[in-house]
């Protein structure tokens, strides 16, 4: 088994289609890259503790490799915009890659390169920050499958 975290927005929509790719097995909600110990959602909201929110996923690397996880991340939200993500902005909404190995920042630079040389995303570049993974506070519990408890399948994402 592997991880993966991602932040491309808000979580709740990220957490929902991670969960549906074959081969995860866990997903769960939280806040990463910031320097307040243990913050919870009403700190993060305030965009003065430097995290971001963030989605982190077990993953079986026989079923699902980690670059169809980026395939899947940056299918999943604009990663031009610079600290937010439709409605939402401020640092917290950022586009991230938090890689767990030296072989994940390699595949995720890559990506990046590749989908800024294809004219993707065109004029724009992509702003995706790629950094090591830090501590990954978990969000509160009923922030955890936000989407899957209500009975819908995504939000605005």
């Known amino acids: 088994m ?3 975290t991602f932040g491309a927005g808000c979580f709740w929509g990220v957490e929902a ?3 549906n ?3 995860v097995t866990a997903t769960a909600v939280g806040y990463e890259g910031g320097n307040t110990h243990a913050p919870t959602y009403r700190d993060v909201c305030t965009d003065g503790t430097g995290h971001a929110e963030v989605v982190e996923v077990d993953f079986d690397p026989a079923r699902v490799t980690f670059g169809q996880l980026l395939e899947a991340f940056f299918s999943l939200h604009d ?3 610079m600290n937010r993500q439709g409605p939402d902005w401020g640092t917290q909404y950022r586009s991230a890659i938090f890689y767990h190995s030296e072989l994940q920042r390699v595949e995720a630079e890559a990506k990046i390169a590749e989908l800024n040389a294809s004219g993707k995303f065109s004029p724009k570049k992509i702003v995706t920050q790629v950094t090591p993974a830090q501590t990954f506070w978990k969000a509160e519990d009923y922030h955890q499958k936000y989407l899957e408890k209500r009975g819908l399948a995504s939000c605005h994402i």
Request: proline residues 17%.
């Open 2 to 4: 592997e991880k993966a």
């Open 17 to 19: 289609a991670f969960a």
């Open 21 to 23: 790719i074959p081969g």
């Open 79 to 81: 990663p031009t915009q």
